[in-house]
């Protein structure tokens, strides 16, 4: 990794972590805006403190239970980790030293001194009991197979042995032991290895990290309080290690759902920076001498996904011609603001495999797909033919579930409907709904729009699909692909095995990529510290503010 920190700082930022989840709630912008300004008004005024905001309420701050990216953001403000990525490179954080076998399967760590926000001590027993309950079966923890390399890990998730079987041992209060089955050189840039405290989730239970009195801080700052769905408010944790070089004495983030209501309260100076998707508002910003602009590549990809256990989406002809009826240019133009670039594989621009960019040495698979089909049309007729569903593509009625029911998000889906309507011929109903990505992880839909981010190394998007994922497609082949690569210490060899699962993924139609995300970020001229890097898991600790 090392090698490649001058390339890496080129790539995309992190910041639309913040804002690129779906819609939750709607927000009252003059309220927002008037909570700000009070804090701006406040005897704290010297102190340096950002305003900004989050696209949804978090689901919860429960480092075994949480759900998306809005919620792992804050968790790396509060919490700190074993290690964190800062420009690119895996650094030391809760542990402060580490070795690995010359086997690649023991990793050992070596904690530093850190407390929690009451002056108790960070202890090795912190991780492994979190680890512990993120293996638990009850909690159905969602990025729970990132953990699979980790010795029984997946028997203990799957119910088939105790956590005590875990390969996670306490050593002494200040080494942690974590053993693989076998190995995996993207561990460290996979995951992330909170703790949290036993005694705080036993007294709190099923409330543990659903509000702000329940969950205690480790990290650069601690949690004040939370008003649902309106914001969230930090201040710095003085019993931090690292609290010296943590600029900021508070932040906040307000719970702004809607675009024109974020790019609004940028305008009018509540928040203090926002990834700005709107061309219209782009070019207002840019007339802004108060403010300066950061466009780069992101390490997320836009998809389609279908219900591969539906009726209709069975037929993987269907699927295929469902992919290859998307205009992804259009789309970028349209719904992300001529941000990104069209997407034919899973794997986003900004990936490596060890030194290896993965999209320059790995042949986008839906190219090859879409050179063989010369009217998708044509292919629908024939997959329907052969699920025995007729061959008049007008008789065939689909429901595409989207998660965002703001003006913006029904213009965006209206969109898809359309293409489809025009090139297949098929009737599309929209489902708005704002429980649209819960209902999409249960199966309950046909196809759905989805967003996933990607870590350093591909095998966190790949992993999504190795037990059929959101598109309930189950194939053994490629699930063997993943574990191959996964496990091969050789960079050649794993960016090989990833790519024929890419292929498998895509060419089949597990998933329609649309587009590769990138970002265009606005920032008042005080604000300083924004990571370079698409996967930093510093939070908002780098972060700071000169001459406000």
């Known amino acids: 990794m090392k090698k490649t920190i001058t390339r890496i700082l080129s790539l995309a930022f992190a910041l639309s972590l913040l804002t690129a989840c779906g819609s939750e709630s709607q927000t009252d912008t003059q309220s927002e805006g008037s909570q700000a300004e009070e804090q701006n008004e406040s005897p704290q005024a010297e102190t340096q403190y950002i305003n900004t905001f989050i696209a949804s309420d978090p689901s919860t701050l429960d480092c075994a239970r949480f759900l998306g990216v809005v919620d792992r953001v804050i968790l790396h403000s509060i919490t700190e980790p074993l290690t964190r990525i800062q420009d690119g490179i895996v650094t030391a954080a809760g542990a402060e030293s580490w070795e690995i076998s010359d086997d690649g399967l023991t990793y050992t760590f070596h904690l530093r001194e850190n407390y929690w926000e009451d002056g108790q001590k960070v202890t090795a027993s912190d991780y492994a009991y979190a680890m512990q309950r993120q293996a638990a079966p009850a909690n159905a923890w969602s ?36 053993t693989l089955s076998e ?34 801080s480790c990290g650069p700052f601690k949690l ?53 998707v709107s061309q219209e508002y782009a070019g207002k910003f840019d007339t802004r001498e108060d403010m300066y602009k950061l466009e780069m590549p992101l390490d997320r990809t836009v998809m389609v996904v279908f219900n591969c256990e539906d009726e209709i989406f069975a037929s993987e002809k269907i699927r295929q011609a469902f992919s290859l009826a998307l205009d992804r240019n259009l789309l970028i133009e349209i719904t992300n603001g001529g941000l990104g670039t069209p997407a034919y594989g899973l794997v986003p621009t900004v990936c490596y495999v060890g030194d290896l960019n993965y999209r320059e040495n790995a042949p986008e698979p839906l190219k090859a797909l879409e050179s063989t089909v010369s009217d998708p049309k044509d292919l629908l007729i024939e997959g329907m033919e052969e699920a025995g569903l007729g061959s008049d593509p ?62 350093y190394e591909p095998l966190f998007q790949l992993s999504r699909w190795s037990t059929g994922g959101q598109s309930f497609w189950v194939n053994d082949e490629y699930a063997a692909l993943v574990a191959e690569g996964s496990a091969s210490m050789d960079e050649a060899a794993r960016l090989e095995k990833y790519l024929q699962a890419e292929e498998m993924l895509v060419t089949e139609a597990a998933i329609a990529p649309v587009y590769y995300n990138a970002s265009r970020t606005y ?9 370079v890097n698409p996967f930093d898991t510093t939070g908002m600790k780098t972060y700071s503010v000169n001459g406000r």
């Open 523 to 531: 920032a008042y001229n005080y604000v300083g510290g924004i990571p």
């Open 224 to 276: 004040d309080s939370w008003v649902h769905n309106s914001q969230l408010n930090f201040s710095k944790n003085d019993q931090y290690w690292d609290k010296d070089n943590v600029a900021l004495d508070r932040f906040t983030n307000l719970v702004i759902d809607d675009e024109g209501a974020q790019m609004a309260s940028l305008e009018n100076g509540s928040i203090d920076y926002a990834s700005v």
């Open 143 to 178: 990025f729970a197979s990132d953990f699979f390399s980790i010795v029984n890990y997946e028997a203990v998730y799957n119910g088939e042995a105790d956590a005590s079987a875990l390969g996670v041992t306490v050593q002494d209060d200040t080494t942690l032991v974590i």
């Open 394 to 455: 007008s008789a065939l009625t689909v429901t595409f579930t989207y998660s965002d029911t703001s003006a913006k998000g029904r213009t965006d889906a209206e969109l898809y409907q359309q293409l489809w309507r025009d090139l297949l011929g098929v009737e599309v109903e929209i489902d708005f709904n704002e429980s649209a990505t819960a209902n999409i992880r249960a199966g309950e839909y046909q196809v759905g729009s989805v967003g996933w981010g990607s870590t």
């Open 183 to 216: 190995p995996n050189p993207a561990f460290l840039s996979t995951v992330d290895i909170f703790p949290c405290r036993q005694s705080d989730v036993e007294e709190n239970g099923d409330t543990y990290g659903s509000e702000a009195g329940t969950i205690l």
